[in-house]
C-alpha cells in the first residue's frame, strides 16, 4: 500500500515537480533506489514538520502591529492604561522568541521519545502540540487573552524542536547512503517552503488584513493533519527496528517497502556489524556525548560545498542589504536590490544551512550516539533561534542598517571554518564514517571486542563473534526472490 500511497501523495498535493522528481530518479540509473515510499516519506515528514519550523519562522513578521494593538488594547481593558512603546516591543520580542525557547524545550525530550515511541512514532504523537497551539492562538482574539498567542507560539516551538531533530535522524535511517544526503535535504526545502507561505499568505490582499490575522496563525493545524492522516501507513526506521528493538520481522517488511525488493541483505549485514559494535553500549546521554573523544566528530566533517555556498551567499546578500539601506535615500533602485537580497538570503538558506548540519549530525553518529547528537544541535539552534528573536529589535532600534553586519560576521565566519576545517565525506555507511574517525585501528578492533579472546567468523553470510571454541552467532536469515524466510 505505501507505494501506491507515495505517488497518491504527489498527486493529492497538486504537485507536477514531485511527479517529474519522482519519475527521473527512479529511472535514473546513478540512483535507481529512490522508491515512492521512499519519496511519500519524505514529504509528508516535511510537509508537518519541516515546513510548519519555517512558515512559524516568518508567520508573526506581516501582522506584527496588528499583535501589537491587540497587545494594547487588552492592557487598557484590563489596567485602564496603554502600554508604552518599549513595553510593547518587548512583550512582541517575547512572542517572537518564545517560539525558539519552545524549540529548545523540545529538543531536550528527542532522545526520550525517539527511544520510547520510534522516528515515526514520535512525529505522529507530537501533532497534538500543533493542534493545540493552533487553536489557543487563533481563538486568541475571541476570548481577548494575548497570552494565548505566547502559549501558543511555545507549543507548536516544542513540536519544531522535536520534529527538526527527529525528521533528518528518520529520513537519514530509512535512506540507501546513496540518497541519504538527496533526502536530508528535502526538510530544508520546506522549511524554505514555509517561509515562502508565510510571506505570501501575509499579504494583504489574502490574509494579511486585521480582521485575518488569527486565522493567519492558526493554519500549520492543516499541515499537521495532512501528516497524521498518511504518515502512519509507513513503516518505522528499519535500523531502529532491528539495533534497538531487535525485531527482524518487522525490520525485513520496512526494507521490503522503502527499497521496493525482496533481498535487502547486504544492507541488514551493515546494520548487523553496528548492532555487534554497540552490543554492549548503552543510548549514551549529552554528557557522555560531550566526554566521549572517539564519536565527536561533528568538528571534522561535513557536506562542504553546500555549507560554503549556503553561508557565503548569506554573508554577501547581508551585506548587500546593509549598503542599499544606506543608498536607498539616494539611488532609487537600491529598492530592488534591497528586496532581492532578502530573497538571495532565503535562497541561501535553502542551499545548505537550513537541512545540511542536521544531515551531517545524523550522519557523524552512530545510533548509540545519535539521539544526544540531535539535542545538542537542536539546543544550540534554539539558544541561537531564541537569542536572535529576542534582541533583534533592540540592535535593529540601535545599529539600524548596519545591525545586518553582525550576521554578514557570522556567515562568513562559519563559511571560512567549513573550508579549512571540515572535510567532505558521502555515499558511506554509518559505521564507515565512523571508522573514518578511529585514531587507531587498534581501537576499532578492541571496540569490537577482537584482541581480547575474540575473532570475527562470518555465518551465513553474517558477521559473528567467535571466543574460543565458543561461536557467538546472532539470527540468521535467508533470502529468496518471492519472499523472505525467517530462521534462528
Known amino acids: 500500500m505505501p507505494a501506491w500511497l507515495g505517488l497518491a501523495v504527489c498527486v493529492w498535493l497538486k504537485d507536477s515537480h514531485c511527479l517529474v522528481l519522482h519519475n527521473y530518479l527512479v529511472n535514473f540509473s546513478g540512483i535507481d533506489r529512490l522508491t515512492s515510499s521512499l519519496l511519500a516519506v519524505a514529504l509528508l515528514s516535511s510537509v508537518g514538520s519541516s515546513m510548519l519550523y519555517g512558515y512559524n519562522l516568518a508567520v508573526v513578521n506581516h501582522p506584527a502591529q496588528y499583535i501589537k494593538e491587540f497587545f494594547n488594547l487588552t492592557t487598557v481593558e484590563r489596567y485602564g492604561t496603554s502600554m508604552s512603546t518599549e513595553g510593547l516591543t518587548v512583550l512582541y520580542s517575547v512572542t517572537v522568541s518564545i517560539f525558539a525557547l519552545g524549540g529548545l524545550v523540545g529538543s531536550f525530550t528527542v532522545r526520550m521519545l525517539v527511544t520510547k515511541f520510534g522516528r515515526k512514532g514520535t512525529l505522529v504523537k507530537s501533532t497534538a502540540l500543533v493542534f493545540a497551539g493552533s487553536g489557543l492562538m487563533g481563538f486568541s482574539r475571541a476570548f481577548g487573552v494575548p497570552e494565548m498567542i505566547i502559549v501558543g507560539r511555545f507549543l507548536t516551538g516544542v513540536h519544531s524542536g522535536i520534529a527538526l531533530s527527529v525528521v533528518p535522524m528518520y529520513l537519514g535511517e530509512i535512506a540507501p547512503k546513496n540518497l541519504r544526503g538527496f533526502l536530508g535535504l528535502v526538510p530544508s526545502i520546506f522549511i524554505c517552503i514555509g517561509v515562502f507561505f508565510a510571506q505570501i499568505l501575509g499579504l494583504q490582499e489574502i490574509l494579511g488584513e486585521e480582521q485575518h490575522w488569527p486565522l493567519f496563525l492558526s493554519l500549520t493545524a492543516v499541515p499537521a493533519f495532512i501528516q497524521l492522516m498518511l504518515l502512519p501507513w509507513f513503516p518505522e526506521s528499519p535500523r531502529y527496528l532491528l539495533i534497538e528493538k531487535h525485531n527482524i520481522h518487522a525490520t525485513v517488511a520496512a526494507l521490503k517497502t522503502y527499497r521496493g525488493k525482496a533481498n535487502n541483505q547486504e544492507e541488514v549485514e551493515e546494520m548487523q556489524e553496528e548492532q555487534h559494535f554497540h552490543s554492549s553500549v548503552q543510548t549514551v546521554s549529552v554528557c557522555e556525548l560531550l566526554r566521549d573523544r572517539t564519536c565527536f566528530t561533528i568538528e571534522r566533517i561535513g557536506r562542504k560545498p553546500l555549507l560554503i555556498g549556503g553561508f557565503g551567499f548569506m554573508g554577501i546578500c547581508c551585506s548587500g542589504i546593509t549598503f542599499s539601506l544606506i543608498l536607498q535615500a539616494r539611488v532609487p533602485f537600491m529598492h530592488y536590490i534591497s528586496v532581492a537580497c532578502v530573497v538571495g538570503i532565503i535562497a541561501g538558506f535553502c542551499i545548505g544551512p537550513a537541512g545540511v548540519p542536521f544531515l551531517v549530525t545524523g550522519e557523524l553518529f552512530t545510533q548509540s550516539h545519535r539521539p544526544a547528537a540531535y539535542i545538542v544541535g537542536g539546543a544550540l539552534n534554539w539558544l541561537s533561534n531564541f537569542t536572535v528573536g529576542f534582541l533583534f529589535p533592540f540592535l535593529q532600534m540601535s545599529a539600524g542598517a548596519f545591525c545586518y553586519l553582525v550576521f554578514f ?69 535467508t533470502w529468496s526472490s518471492d519472499e523472505t524466510e525467517y530462521r534462528d
Open 409 to 477: 560576521g557570522v556567515c562568513i565566519g562559519v563559511a571560512v571554518y567549513v573550508y579549512f576545517i571540515i572535510p567532505e565525506t558521502k555515499n558511506k555507511t554509518f559505521m564507515e564514517i565512523s571508522q573514518m574517525f578511529a585514531s587507531t585501528s587498534e581501537q576499532e578492533v578492541g571496540a569490537l571486542g577482537v584482541g581480547a579472546g575474540f575473532s570475527l567468523k562470518q555465518v551465513n553470510g553474517y558477521g559473528s563473534m567467535e571466543n574460543g571454541c565458543t561461536l557467538i552467532t546472532e539470527e540468521s536469515y
